[in-house]
């Protein structure tokens, strides 16, 4: 028998850990973001957001099927409607993917458990609200697939894309069909620049070794720039340096997070902390990148976007691809980074005449929102950012 139950306490989490870290180890789809390793430290150190709590779905034995982070929250006029929104939130909890975790072997029926439970009122909502899972993603096309099975009420809005690296026969091919030769010309004269200046190199983290100074020289070096001027930088709030120094520690004893450097005379000007699935050849995601603004002028970041290009197209690379966790206006990944992971926002409701109505509603809210949107000017306040990282307002919940 699976039962699903919607928890609230930290308590309730910590009693689940060893299902929680087998679950993220055989999921259909890796999310470090929802690991034990991040999730707890996270919401241990900076206290739970207003309204969150976690769906989960475990059979009579105690086998964790699904994880399903989500918030709780009041839409609609006075707030009469109850949602579920998904965990997608890059300020200020670092939510930079919102990928349910779901057994792979199980996951039609752990899908299915969670609709059932949104039919039979189950869940302390009446709306799903999914925003920023992978769509494209084997999750993602299982979630389409059955809710056109089940004939489920649900309405998919605009999602976006952000940059994803993907290796092409060899690292020569993918700078020639990505950047032009004027700009490898300008890009190698940089990297001259910095040659000049003493012995540059990259370093990279070992997934066997104490992650500890890794994460130390990162935040120094994030908190001298412009994050730290702005009091954004990891280092300028205490919760959030002691989260992320936990978080380090505990990822990279399973092996899920790694630091990459470019170093001048052993000095990083650029690094960048990713999160990974622990599995050879397996996906990491881009969580923080940071860089020395006193080279500027060679662009630090761009060259170490190059060595990681480079690296991923070395034989037995222990990386398949990486996610850039990009905005959709960002620059720097989108100009180099050939491929797109497309991020998906879906409005779920139950198979009632209640469930129906709500989607229709919802649905005209968004033909109107986007009819408004058409004649408006751009207005700064709709946009919300994260370290660098701004989102559309397209993504905000429906209200």
């Not at 910095?194 to 990259?202: A, H, I, M, P, S």
């Not at 620059?331 to 709500?358: F, P, V």
């Amino acid at each position: 028998m699976i039962a699903v139950e919607f928890v609230t306490a930290a308590a309730s989490l910590r009693s689940i850990l060893d299902s929680w870290l087998l679950l993220a180890r055989s999921a259909l789809e890796a999310n470090p973001f929802f690991y034990p390793g991040f999730l707890l430290p996270l919401l241990e150190e900076l206290g739970w957001p207003a309204g969150a709590g976690f769906i989960l779905v475990r059979e009579a034995q105690g086998a964790l099927l699904a994880l399903w982070p989500v918030a709780l929250a009041r839409r609609g006029p006075g707030g009469l409607v109850p949602v579920l929104r998904s965990a997608y939130n890059p300020a200020p909890i670092h939510g930079l993917l919102a990928t349910p975790l779901i057994d792979r072997e199980r996951a039609l029926e752990a899908l299915d458990a969670v609709l059932d439970a949104l039919d039979r009122g189950a869940l302390p909502a009446k709306l799903l609200e999914m925003v920023g899972h992978a769509e494209d993603g084997p999750f993602g096309r299982l979630l389409a697939e059955r809710l056109a099975e089940r004939g489920q009420p649900s309405l998919a809005l605009p999602g976006w894309s952000r940059p994803l690296l993907r290796p092409r026969s060899s690292a020569e091919a993918y700078f020639e069909e990505a950047l032009g030769g004027r700009h490898r010309r300008e890009l190698a004269r940089q990297r001259r620049q910095l040659e000049r200046q003493g012995r540059l190199r990259v370093a990279t983290s070992r997934l066997d070794e104490d992650v500890g100074p890794w994460c130390e020289r990162f935040l120094a070096l994030e908190a001298a720039g412009w994050k730290g001027r702005a009091g954004t930088a990891l280092a300028s709030d205490p919760r959030d340096r002691r989260f992320f120094e936990r978080a380090c520690r505990d990822l990279g004893a399973r092996g899920a997070v790694s630091f990459v450097a470019l170093e001048l005379d052993d000095r990083p000007i650029a690094m960048a902390c990713l999160l990974r699935e622990p599995a050879p050849g397996g996906g990491a995601f881009v969580f923080k990148i940071a860089y020395d603004e006193a080279f500027r002028r060679q662009s630090p970041g761009m060259q170490l976007l190059l060595e990681q290009l480079r690296e991923i197209h070395e034989p037995g690379s222990s990386i398949g691809w990486i996610d850039s966790c990009a905005s959709p206006h960002d620059t720097l990944y989108a100009q180099l980074w050939l491929d797109r992971r497309e991020l998906g926002h879906r409005i779920l409701a139950a198979r009632s005449l209640a469930g129906r109505l709500l989607v229709a509603t919802a649905r005209e809210v968004d033909r109107l929102r986007r009819r408004a949107r058409r004649h408006a000017a751009p207005d700064p306040a709709t946009t919300g950012s994260s370290a660098g990282k701004e989102y559309p307002e397209a993504l905000r919940p429906l209200t």
